[in-house]
């Protein structure tokens, strides 16, 4: 099936600093979504991405679809202790079902 | 805000004991999934759902089941808790033809003791 590679694992930074993370994969999406997930709760839809090349922003979030399809990154600017969670990046083709990846653990210390 | 709702949020049972774990939604989706997760671990799709009496085993085997009599309800029972149950449940909802992404609900924390 599809894989979706997501890094990096973890992240420990300090309040203030920009965070990126990427997601690839071996197969092509047509939609490619960022999740985050507070603990204890269920992810939450940050930013979806329609098209290649997109590039599009929440706030402080900015996620981008890669030329290929094949991958994509978010980034996080100025860091703050709220942002101290897991982010997973999903990819859809079509109707499918969505694939995720194995998230991204964020700490954030003040 | 969610319309997805899950009961309970946490449940602490015994070895041996059947359990049910709730989920609705007041949105119409037509597909239905079961997610199973450790702390801080990925998400394992343990069952899946496209409509009204179709149900289908996801990626992760598991020993629960699920059914689907209504389009807003998708429960998950256990019928024999075990220690290894212990996770937690997060169930999610979407719709055919767009790709909007799922709609999570908050989860069921099980402990089984």
């Known amino acids: 099936g599809q894989q979706l590679n997501q890094s990096p694992q973890s992240m420990f930074i300090q309040e203030g600093e920009d965070v990126s993370m990427n997601c690839t994969s071996s197969?092509?999406?047509?939609?490619w979504l960022w999740y985050k997930q507070d603990p204890g709760e269920g992810p939450v839809l940050l930013i979806a991405?329609?098209?290649?090349?997109e590039l599009t922003s929440n706030g402080r979030l900015t996620a981008q679809f890669g030329i290929t399809r094949k991958d994509s990154f978010l980034n996080i600017s100025a860091s703050i202790p709220s942002d101290v969670g897991i982010y997973f990046c999903a990819g859809q083709l079509g109707n499918n079902d969505m694939r995720f990846g194995a998230g991204t653990r964020l700490t954030v210390k003040p | 805000e969610a319309d997805i709702y899950q009961t309970p949020r946490y449940l602490v049972i015994g070895t041996g004991k059947k359990i049910t774990l709730e989920c609705s939604q007041t949105m119409g989706h037509d597909k239905m999934y079961w997610y199973q997760q450790d702390p801080g671990m990925e998400l394992h799709l343990i069952h899946y759902?496209?409509?009204?009496?179709?149900?289908e085993k996801g990626d992760l085997s598991s020993e629960s089941t699920v059914s689907r009599i209504r389009t807003e309800h998708f429960p998950l029972t256990l019928e024999s808790a075990r220690p290894s149950h212990t996770s937690q449940y997060l169930c999610?909802?979407?719709?055919?033809?767009?790709?909007?992404?799922?709609?999570f609900g908050s989860g069921t924390r099980l402990t089984v003791v």
């Open positions: 999610a909802s979407s719709v055919s033809g767009r790709t909007y992404g799922y709609t």
């Open positions: 991405l329609y098209k290649a090349g």
């Open positions: 759902s496209y409509g009204v009496n179709s149900t």
């Open positions: 197969s092509i999406f047509n939609t």
